[in-house]
């Protein structure tokens, strides 16, 4: 068996596809989404990376297929997910995602090992939430479960890349969906560290990420973020279109954004 067989089973064609849906349901039921400027913005180097992000909500897996889109077109991105979760969406298997059985020894095993054949090729992206579970984005200190640790440990040539994300209600009546993107880290070789040490140096930079975002968050500042999707304002129905005739008498342009 090649290496290449070793891999989660994918179409990239069928990927592209269903990031376009996935930004289609941001589009649908956010405000909009926005990446915090305050965060620095880079294209890692061609090497493989991994995505350490927070697990806040069921969302986290259409943002994350949304934010694939800033990284260059050539990469190829996967993704783990409870083996329980994925049998409900078995199509995700197409996208990238590949089973895990939590809380086993068979199971993180089985992780690792598939874990480090896509980390074998330098366009890979591998997106993980090491928290392991719903964790709310106030929660502190942020802990992980240890795979990620023993994961980083085992590679060399690695970049990781901490990734915050949260669901906010500012002044509209649409949720906004909040990214920011932490500095890059490069692993030259991951025996450099132990896996615990891997893991607390991993928890630090997701929280001093996710720290950066909540500040930029509170201030409700749109400026503050680019717009990467925008998405649906406004109340709708007769609220709106009451709205709508009141600026036309007025000769005003009509907005439907909520002006705090």
């Known amino acids: 068996m090649s290496d290449r067989d070793s891999l989660p089973r994918r179409s990239s064609q069928f990927f592209r596809g269903f990031r376009k849906y996935a930004n289609h349901y941001i589009r649908k039921h956010f405000h909009a989404m926005r990446i915090d400027r305050g965060g620095p913005r880079y294209e890692p180097p061609w090497v493989p990376v991994v995505v350490v992000l927070n697990h806040a909500s069921?969302?986290?897996?259409?943002?994350?297929?949304?934010?694939?889109?800033?990284?260059?077109?050539?990469?190829?991105?996967?993704?783990?997910?409870?083996?329980?979760?994925?049998?409900?969406?078995?199509?995700?298997?197409?996208?990238?995602?590949?089973?895990?059985?939590?809380?086993?020894?068979?199971?993180?095993?089985?992780?690792?090992?598939?874990?480090?054949?896509?980390?074998?090729?330098?366009?890979?992206?591998?997106?993980?939430?090491?928290?392991?579970?719903?964790?709310?984005?106030?929660?502190?200190?942020?802990?992980?479960?240890?795979?990620?640790?023993?994961?980083?440990?085992?590679?060399?040539?690695?970049?990781?890349?901490?990734?915050?994300?949260?669901?906010?209600?500012?002044?509209?009546?649409?949720?906004?969906?909040?990214?920011?993107?932490?500095?890059?880290?490069s692993i030259d070789d991951g025996r450099a560290h132990s896996p615990t040490e891997w893991t607390r140096l991993m928890e630090q930079a997701l929280e001093e990420t996710q720290d950066g975002l909540a500040e930029t968050a509170r201030a409700r500042d749109p400026a503050a973020f680019d717009a990467w999707i925008t998405g649906a304002a406004g109340v709708g129905g007769f609220y709106d279109l009451g709205r709508r005739l009141m600026a036309r008498a007025r000769g005003e342009t009509f907005s439907a954004e909520h002006r705090a």
């Not at 996967?78 to 059985?101: C, H, K, S, T």
Request: net charge neutral; hydrophobic share 45%; aromatic share 12%.
């Open 58 to 185: 069921w969302w986290d897996p259409l943002a994350a297929l949304a934010l694939t889109e800033t990284f260059s077109k050539d990469r190829v991105h996967y993704a783990p997910m409870d083996v329980n979760g994925l049998n409900q969406y078995r199509i995700l298997e197409w996208v990238g995602f590949f089973g895990v059985e939590p809380g086993t020894t068979r199971g993180s095993l089985a992780f690792l090992r598939r874990a480090e054949a896509i980390l074998g090729h330098p366009e890979s992206v591998l997106w993980i939430t090491a928290q392991g579970r719903f964790t709310d984005v106030r929660d502190r200190p942020i802990r992980f479960k240890d795979g990620l640790g023993h994961l980083l440990h085992r590679v060399s040539r690695v970049a990781v890349v901490p990734l915050a994300i949260e669901y906010p209600f500012w002044n509209d009546r649409l949720p906004e969906a909040l990214a920011r993107f932490g500095p890059l880290i």
